[in-house]
């Protein structure tokens, strides 16, 4: 179990969230909420992250941009230069045309399937293997957890800064402080594993592609990363390599290897929970997060 004395806090000290992880990287901390409803679920104030990479030609990497104020374009513009606005993974997008209006010299890149669905901004390329741009090739790595292509729900491009030795992620790790739930929120974000862990929607999107992601967590730890960073967490970072490792083991103990008559059964499982556990559990959310408040609303 990872100690919670190698979570890193956020500090408060600058006005637009810009916060040094290490040598040339940062994150800009969102000053509010992003509150989605995940399929079937109830609506989760999200907080999020944005990640910044200094290259060494003084030009900036921008993982999953936030919403852009003019604090965090002063300070951000201190840092060098905006060239490489990069979409993780196909939901983290929302303020990419933002960036890219801002940042007009830029080149925006697509996670896969996200250029069918942002058809209003213009892309110089899609993301789409674990072979970095030359542009960035000699600092830093990436690593598609997904199939890569049109066919994956939810491919996430995991990156590694090799000069700070940071591993960033979105979605395939999250976390929340479950203080600021419901007692019904803490309920199911507890049942679908949103603690430090693969979320279960996750897990799901990628029933089939178990192998794939077992082989891509490996190429992770072949980083030997001494910096963790998410996009969703109440934290700033993981700190220290054997606290990464222990990290990594614990939020992705569902890809633990099998033989493949036990890896056939977990899919099976995992069909049958998507056929039979899912539409009960969209049931009881509609009734308790949808429906009830509104009848209370309208009685009161």
Request: net charge neutral.
């Amino acid at each position: 179990m990872v100690q919670t004395q190698t979570f890193r806090p956020i500090p408060k000290e600058t006005k637009s969230g810009l916060t040094k992880v290490a040598t040339n990287i940062w994150t800009i901390e969102a000053p509010n909420c992003i509150h989605y409803r995940p399929p079937i679920q109830p609506r989760y104030p999200y907080t999020h992250r944005a990640t910044v990479i200094r290259l060494k030609d003084n030009s900036l990497f921008i993982i999953s941009p936030i919403r852009l104020s003019e604090d965090i374009r002063t300070d951000v513009d201190k840092l060098g230069t905006v060239k490489y606005i990069v979409s993780p993974n196909n939901i983290h997008h929302l303020y990419m045309g933002d960036w890219g209006q801002a940042y007009p010299e830029a080149r925006l890149y697509a996670s896969p399937r996200l250029d069918s669905k942002r058809k209003d901004l213009t892309f110089y390329k899609t993301l789409s293997t674990d072979e970095p741009e030359p542009e960035w090739s000699t600092e830093i790595d990436q690593c598609i957890f997904g199939s890569g292509n049109s066919n994956g729900l939810v491919d996430e491009i995991v990156f590694f800064h090799r000069e700070s030795n940071t591993v960033i992620f979105t979605d395939m790790i999250m976390d929340f402080d479950p203080t600021v739930f419901s007692s019904f929120s803490r309920f199911t974000t507890q049942l679908n594993q949103m603690y430090k862990h693969t979320p279960r929607g996750m897990q799901l999107a990628n029933m089939f592609n178990r192998k794939v992601l077992h082989d891509s967590l490996d190429t992770v730890r072949s980083w030997e990363a001494e910096h963790l960073i998410v996009a969703h967490s109440p934290w700033l970072c993981v700190e220290g390599k054997e606290e990464v490792k222990n990290f990594l083991d614990s939020a992705f103990d569902w890809l633990k290897p099998n033989s493949p008559i036990v890896e056939a059964a977990i899919t099976t499982i995992w069909f049958l929970i998507f056929l039979l556990i899912i539409p009960i559990h969209a049931l009881i959310v509609l009734v308790l997060d949808i429906v009830y408040p509104k009848l209370v609303k309208r009685i009161s």
